[in-house]
């Protein structure tokens, strides 16, 4: 069929007609182009043959019995085809009409949109790891951390399904960089800041620049720049927005924000080694503990689950924490094999 086609060129021009059916065929797959260009180098080679007969190219694509046909010994004779090719460069330009027509012939079509590959990341219990993202970004995530990172164009956009991570931002506000925590977005407006999202639980922490939390329209950031000299900025629409050293917690169930301010030095603590807690109940304190270590701290009662403790602790020592309780008298521990138990002293 190729062959006819290279034939039919060589004739003349092709009327409308052929000329939509040849730009089907072409269409219709890679191969056809394939099999359509050998042909018409096929058809180049025996331009040096005689006239005395002529020539039918669907023969040339059967495969011949004998492993070699030489065409050297028919150079005497020129057959009828050979004498209207002038070289290959003639045939290739029959070619570019009928891809032409067919870009006249139908209605440019879309081309599909390619989605950019996710990056998908994590961290097992206790261990902490870094990704570098090809804007120069980077992403310390903590322990048991899950995340989808997606770069195009227009965005970069991190999905985090739990866990904490700390994103230090390059600068391209072409391409704003949020962090999806569940449904609530973080976006970066030039900064580095913490997310942590665990059990349907939020809390934001800035070390530097401005964060807007919450969905909405874009804002002109120079509006609240003296606001945020004074803390955080709670917008009408219900959005927060955070400074360097302030903070925005969202816990499940609540649609009220609690905001405050962070000593710089404490945002992402956790990559120093170093839990910090400032008036924190006591049932926090152990269950932050028990992110880092295989051995659990269960608090007995209530009452002393309540109790408020203000301390900085190394992570991977909850004994720390054990000896503080029992030197002030606040409890005591009883270990039973992987747990300790914390109990009224």
């Known amino acids: 069929e190729a062959a006819g086609w290279a034939v039919r060129l060589d004739a003349g021009p092709l009327s409308d007609d052929e000329r939509r059916e040849l730009a089907r065929r072409l269409q219709g797959s890679p191969a056809h182009v394939d099999e359509f260009l050998t042909a018409c180098v096929m058809?180049?080679?025996?331009?040096?043959?005689?006239?005395?007969a002529a020539i039918d190219?669907?023969?040339?694509?059967?495969?011949?019995?004998?492993?070699?046909?030489?065409?050297?010994?028919?150079r005497a004779r020129r057959g009828f085809l050979a004498r209207h090719v002038q070289s290959i460069s003639a045939v290739a330009a029959a070619l570019a009409v009928a891809v032409v027509s067919l870009a006249l012939l139908r209605e440019p079509a879309a081309?599909?949109?390619?989605?950019?590959?996710?990056?998908?990341?994590?961290?097992?219990?206790?261990?902490?790891?870094?990704l570098a993202l090809e804007d120069g970004s980077t992403l310390a995530m903590n322990t048991e951390t899950e995340l989808r990172v997606t770069l195009s164009d227009s965005a970069r956009t991190v999905s985090l399904s739990t866990g904490e991570v700390f994103a230090d931002v390059a600068h391209a506000p072409d391409r704003p960089f949020r962090v999806l925590a569940g449904d609530t977005p973080v976006e970066a407006l030039g900064t580095a800041f913490n997310v942590r999202y665990l059990d349907g639980n939020l809390r934001v922490d800035v070390r530097e620049g401005v964060v807007l939390?919450?969905?909405?329209?874009?804002?002109?950031r120079a509006a609240y720049t003296e606001a945020l000299q004074t803390g955080p900025v709670q917008l009408e629409d219900g959005r927060v927005l955070l400074g360097a050293?302030?903070?925005?917690?969202?816990?499940?169930?609540?649609?009220?924000?609690?905001?405050?301010?962070?000593?710089?030095?404490?945002?992402?603590?956790?990559q120093e080694g170093r839990l910090v807690f400032?008036?924190?109940?006591?049932?926090?304190?152990?269950?932050e503990f028990n992110r880092y270590n295989r051995t659990r701290l269960l608090i007995a009662d209530a009452d002393l689950a309540g109790e408020r403790v203000s301390a900085v602790f190394d992570a991977r020592d909850p004994e720390s924490l054990i000896a503080s309780l029992e030197l002030t008298g606040q409890a005591r521990a009883e270990r039973r094999g992987?747990?300790?138990?914390l109990v009224r002293d």
């Open 43 to 52: 058809f180049d080679l025996m331009s040096d043959t005689e006239d005395r």
């Open 57 to 74: 190219f669907a023969d040339l694509m059967v495969p011949a019995e004998e492993p070699v046909v030489s065409l050297q010994a028919e």
């Open 111 to 130: 081309l599909p949109t390619l989605e950019p590959t996710p990056i998908l990341a994590a961290t097992a219990f206790g261990e902490t790891d870094t």
């Open 213 to 220: 939390v919450g969905a909405g329209d874009p804002i002109e």
């Open 245 to 270: 050293g302030q903070w925005m917690a969202l816990d499940i169930g609540s649609t009220e924000p609690r905001l405050g301010r962070i000593d710089l030095a404490n945002v992402a603590a956790w």
């Open 278 to 287: 400032e008036n924190t109940p006591l049932a926090d304190i152990a269950a």
């Open 338 to 341: 992987g747990e300790i138990r």
